[in-house]
Structure formats: structure tokens, C-alpha cells
């Protein structure tokens, strides 16, 4: 009777013991993110935002110095590879920041819900046009405008390019390279471009091109490597890419051809991961890069700091700002870009 009782007592004790640890392992684990935050952090980055030539790097141990909080860079794709990684990770969260998703593909990003909104105090020193997502869940960090870059020694005068119509013209003839708007954000932002300019009629300017287009190559790397090596003399690029190579090679060789219809404008946005258990350490990460690190940034990426309050090299003298920036509606984009590929494609492979 005593070893009976004396077994009961003992799984009473057991079982108690059980649950106690259980609930304190639930009580853990629904706590409020605030609440587990440690010292570090994971970014997702573009491949050349990470890269040896990239801000990466310079941008992390000027954060770190600053605030801390240890930082996990990791290369991740381009855009649309950084979305997928995020979404094929939202059961086990990974980033707590994904930096660099463009302007056309915010309505992609916004529709898989995995991006919390967040007010960064910087936000109210950045241009209103800049900011191409209202409910700040893509904040905007450095932008460029699209544009033909030529090479000063071999095209001059009147054959400098004065709008996209007269790429067409037969003078031009191989001596022009495009990058495939399937493999590139730099090739779709000139086929956007095309739309923003000629509309439904977008597709006349692609069949007019193609004579005058040495190659079309898979990315802007290869097609700037090209141009810079005397391939061809016209290349598509940024009205930025002149800049570098003053800064680090001394020459003003390159040019940027700047057309009164208008460029494409061109947006990266850094977004807090909405299942990040380090939020208060993202918000800090998104917040530097909106401030302090907007000049690293601008010029190592060679493009525009959006914040207002950012300086620039004497440089950028060589880096026009256009007079007119077109954009299109992110919106009409995820409507819209399948079918204005397929189009293309249909075209450029006859």
C-alpha cells in the first residue's frame, strides 16, 4: 500500500514537473520578439552590393563599430532570388533585412506579405518622388537613371544620341549594346523604358534596334565590359557609370547621352523581414543605411544617395540628373511585365 501511494506521488511529481517545463518552452517561444532579441543580425544583399568592388562590406563595419550588433551579410541573387529565399524561409526565418529590391518589383514583394512597414526617421529627408512604396515597407536607398553611355573618342558631334528614336537610325549599326530584360534588372529597366516612351507602339523601337545592337548580353557586367573594352561604343548603363571612371580612373572618355523624352528612373528599397525575431536590431540596420551610409553607398554603387542631406563627390558633375524621369506604375508592372516578355521574346527570337 505504502509503495503504491508512494508511486502515485511520485508521478504526480513527474507530471507536473513535465508540464511546468512545457508551458516555460511555450511561454519562450510565443514571446514577443522585443523579448528574444540578442546582439546580431542577418542581412540579404544583392550579389554586388556583397561583392569585393561593393559597398557591403565598408557599410557592415562602420554599422557594427557604431552600434554593436554583430552583422551576418549574406549574398543572396538578385531581387527576385532574394524574394524567393525569403519566402521559401518564412516557417524558419533566416534575414531580418533584405536590401536592394527594386521599384518594378515592389508589387511582387508586397504581395507575399512578408515585409512589415516601418517609419525610419530618416524617411522625412528623402524626396517624395523617391519613394515609390507609401506604406514604407520599401524603403528607398540609392536610385539611378537609365541611359546609353558612349565612348567620347569614337562618337562625337552630331552622332551623339539625342533620343532613343534616333538609336534607330542605320549609323549606328553595331555599334550598340543591350542586355536581355529576362536575365537583368538594368535590360527590363530599358524595356520598361521603351513602354514609358512609346507605349503599346514599344515593340516598333525593339524591331528597329536589333540591326543596330552588336550582341545582347545576359547581364550589365559582361555588356559594360564590352564597351570598356572597345567592342562597341554606345552601351546601356546609368547616367551615373561616367562618375567612376572619373573617380577611380581620372578620365571623362565616357559620357552619359541624355534625352529630352525622359529616363527610366530606378529605385532600391531595403525592407525589415516581417518573422525576424531582431527587429529592434533591423530597424537600427535600415536606419543607418538611410543616414550615415548613404554616401558609401552612392559611391561605391556609383548611383544617387536618396537622402537629401547626403554630399557627393566632385564627380557627379559628370553624373547628370535628367530633367525628366519616367517611371511606371509598380502596379501596372506586376499586371503587366509577363506578357510585355513574352512579347519581347516573341520578337528578339524571330
Not at 19 to 38: C, H, M, R, V
Not at 113 to 137: G, M, R, V
Not at 183 to 208: A, C, H, I, K, M
Request: charged content about 25%; proline content about 5%; some cysteine.
Amino acid at each position: 500500500m505504502k509503495k503504491h501511494i508512494l508511486f502515485i506521488v511520485m508521478l504526480i511529481a513527474l507530471t507536473t514537473a513535465n508540464l511546468f517545463a512545457q508551458g516555460a518552452k511555450d511561454s519562450q517561444t510565443n514571446l514577443p520578439s522585443q523579448q528574444i532579441e540578442d546582439n546580431t543580425l542577418t542581412v540579404y544583399a544583392y550579389d554586388s552590393f556583397c561583392g569585393e568592388w561593393g559597398p557591403g562590406q565598408k557599410v557592415i563595419d562602420s554599422f557594427e563599430k557604431k552600434t554593436g550588433i554583430k552583422v551576418d551579410l549574406i549574398s543572396a541573387g538578385d531581387g527576385p532570388q532574394m524574394l524567393n529565399k525569403v519566402e521559401l524561409e518564412k516557417d524558419s526565418p533566416v534575414a531580418d533585412v533584405v536590401l536592394g529590391i527594386p521599384n518594378d518589383l515592389a508589387a511582387k514583394a508586397l504581395n507575399t506579405s512578408l515585409f512589415e512597414a516601418y517609419d525610419a526617421p530618416a524617411i522625412k529627408d528623402i524626396p517624395s518622388h523617391l519613394i515609390f512604396d507609401k506604406t514604407n515597407t520599401l524603403n528607398p536607398f540609392d536610385y539611378g537613371d537609365f541611359a546609353f553611355v558612349y565612348d567620347s573618342e569614337k562618337i562625337k558631334g552630331d552622332d551623339i544620341p539625342k533620343s532613343l528614336e534616333e538609336l534607330t537610325d542605320p549609323k549606328y549599326k553595331d555599334k550598340i549594346i543591350l542586355i536581355d530584360p529576362r536575365t537583368s534588372t538594368v535590360g527590363l529597366g530599358l524595356l520598361l523604358w521603351t513602354r514609358e516612351v512609346f507605349g503599346d507602339d514599344y515593340l516598333t523601337w525593339w524591331e528597329n534596334i536589333k540591326d543596330n545592337a552588336l550582341t545582347i548580353t545576359d547581364g550589365w557586367s559582361s555588356a559594360y565590359g564590352m564597351f570598356t573594352e572597345g567592342e562597341a561604343p554606345i552601351v546601356l548603363s546609368y547616367t551615373t557609370s561616367p562618375a567612376y571612371h572619373v573617380m577611380w580612373e581620372d578620365t571623362t572618355r565616357y559620357r552619359a547621352a541624355i534625352f529630352a523624352e525622359g529616363h527610366s528612373l530606378t529605385i532600391e528599397g531595403v525592407a525589415l523581414v516581417k518573422s525576424s525575431l531582431r527587429k529592434e536590431n533591423a530597424k537600427k540596420f535600415i536606419e543607418f543605411v538611410l543616414s550615415d551610409a548613404q554616401y558609401d553607398i552612392a559611391v561605391t554603387n556609383t548611383m544617387y544617395p536618396t537622402n537629401s542631406t547626403s554630399s557627393l563627390p566632385d564627380a557627379y558633375e559628370w553624373a547628370p540628373i535628367p530633367e525628366k524621369q519616367l517611371s511606371i506604375d509598380y502596379k501596372d508592372i506586376d499586371e503587366n511585365l509577363d506578357m510585355w516578355l513574352e512579347q519581347w521574346t516573341t520578337l528578339m527570337s524571330k
